[in-house]
T-cell receptor, first 113, second 112 residues
């Protein structure tokens, strides 16, 4: 089954404790991206990648890192999480170097205390 | 800076009605525009994608139009059903840097 898989789906952590949210797609998509969704602010793009070893900042990249060492994986790294990074995070992928139809993971709800 | 606006923020209609959701954007230099639906606690599902050179796309009871010059897109839902209840979001992909900019969504409730 074609899918985008995010882990963990739910996480409660404390300020400063490094964490990684994994994202994996099995559709051989070139384009992958991360978003956060906050009440009243909607969805905002954090980072995106058009291919292996190519990543670019979105609207709100501060406090996040990403890597794209393999085509299928695009992990989101919070080196030192802070409470303002409490949010619902989505990973998405699309065929081609520029996004067409986007396929989303089910989301990762992160709480930073 | 691109801004994407969706009006109305919420809409409640009786089952069976045809309805239109609106999406407007301030910068016409877009690569494509995409409509999504989001169900509570779930991820987003792509409904329709319109390339900048296209005027409309159709899928079943859904029809999306794009007027790039005026910065507007509409999503038309025919013969609405309770299962159509969800939040509908539009997003534009910028031509210059492939950033995706989102509207805040329209929360749609279809009453049986």
């Amino acid at each position: 089954e074609a899918q985008v898989t995010q882990n963990p789906r739910y996480l409660i952590t404390v300020t400063g404790k490094k964490l990684t949210v994994t994202c994996s797609q099995n559709m051989n998509h070139e384009y992958m991206s991360w978003y956060r969704q906050d009440p009243g602010l909607g969805l905002r793009q954090i980072y995106y990648s058009m291919n292996v070893e190519v990543t670019d900042k979105g609207d709100v990249p501060e406090g996040y890192k990403v890597s794209r060492k393999e085509k299928r994986n695009f992990p989101l790294i919070l080196e030192s999480p802070s409470p303002n990074q409490t949010s619902l995070y989505f990973c998405a992928s699309s065929f081609g170097l520029s996004p067409g139809e986007l396929f989303f993971g089910e989301g990762s709800r992160l709480t930073v205390l | 800076k691109q801004e994407v606006t969706q009006i109305p923020a919420a809409l409640s209609v009786p089952e069976g009605e045809n309805l239109v959701l609106n999406c407007s954007f301030t910068d016409s230099a877009i690569y494509n525009l995409q409509w999504f639906r989001q169900d509570p606690g779930k991820g987003l599902t792509s409904l329709l994608l319109i390339q900048s050179s296209q005027r409309e796309q159709t899928s079943g009871r859904l029809n999306a139009s794009l007027d790039k010059s005026s910065g507007r897109s509409t999503l038309y839902i025919a013969a609405s059903q309770p299962g159509d209840s969800a939040t509908y979001l539009c997003a534009v992909l910028m031509d210059s840097n492939y950033q995706l900019i989102w509207g805040a969504g329209t929360k749609l409730i279809i009453k049986p």
